[in-house]
């Protein structure tokens, strides 16, 4: 059994330069995050088609035995000259655990080590976490039923791909945000703030991928506190306060934006039972993902900030 296991990554990679890589990161006691790169072209499905890279949840001690198996394999790892290779490449395999580092390097078809079985395990691994990332498609014959006006303008699940949701909070004298991702879970982050050693604002650019369970739970949250309902309060914004903007498009390009005032007034009873409640709620999946790219994320771009 797992424990206290601060990271694990698997990678892969032969002489055509195919690579892929797998790492687990902790999520609480009992469940683990993995995430497959698959940049490469590495990992391939049961129709020989190349898969994507993606993200899903399992439980620590389902992921256990599988690399307790991984480990037993490892060891078990043989030369023989005699053994002929049909993969013809050469494989990169790292493992490093807590209390054990793992580093194998093998050209199969020069030294003859037999790692089909590891490789095997590994890449039916993928092929399995593979599908469970995937939402169960929707029957042709499945009437879609909407709960609620948002979920009519979204659509089903397999019309939301073409989606595109934002949120923006940017203030051009005091920076912000701009959060935008899309219904294939597609992410971009703006973040702007001010760099007082620089003496000016300073931008960094984020762009990720996140989940089916992440990208869910976004929708999930604008639809239950369906948006296209909400009914903001109409005034007058004080000098140098933030406009806040929320906006989605669905898959026949029909818009609808949402737009408040950052700044308010109200008493904790007011609020819950205040229009801005629910406008906060339903913003609050994208306003995470600046915080996954602020803490968890490298910069794809960053420098002095113009605003527009």
Known sequence: MLKNFSRIKISGGCEVFAEGSISFVPLDHDK???????????F?????????S??????????????DNWIKLIDSVKKNTEYLNTRN??????????????????????????LDPLINAIEEFVTT??????PPPLSSDTLFTPKNLTEEFLGS?????????????????????????????NVMVQLVS????????????????????QLEEIFIEIINNDVLTIQMEDRTGVPDETRIHFSMTNENNDFFKLDTWERMSLSPDEYQNNP????????????????????EKKPVQEGPYSHP
């Open 32 to 42: 683990a995050m993995v995430q497959v790169e698959n940049s490469g072209n590495y």
């Open 44 to 52: 391939y499905d049961e129709h020989s088609e190349p898969i994507p």
């Open 54 to 67: 993606f993200e899903v949840k399992v439980l620590t001690e389902q992921l256990s035995i599988f690399i």
């Open 89 to 114: 490449a050469v494989v990169l395999f790292d493992l490093s655990l807590q209390e054990r580092d793992v580093q194998l390097s093998f050209s199969e078809n020069q030294d003859g080590f037999q």
């Open 129 to 134: 976490c593979h599908k469970k990332s995937k």
């Open 157 to 185: 699940l397999e019309k939301r791909e073409k989606a595109v949701l934002q949120y923006n909070n940017m203030n051009g004298l005091h920076g912000g945000s701009v959060i935008v991702v899309t219904g294939l879970g």
């Open 194 to 213: 001010p760099d007082d050693e620089k003496n000016k604002m300073w931008e960094k650019r984020y762009s990720f991928d996140v989940s089916p369970e």
């Open 276 to 295: 801005r409640a629910k406008f906060d709620k339903a913003c609050l999946g994208l306003k995470r993902l600046a915080h996954i790219a602020r803490t």
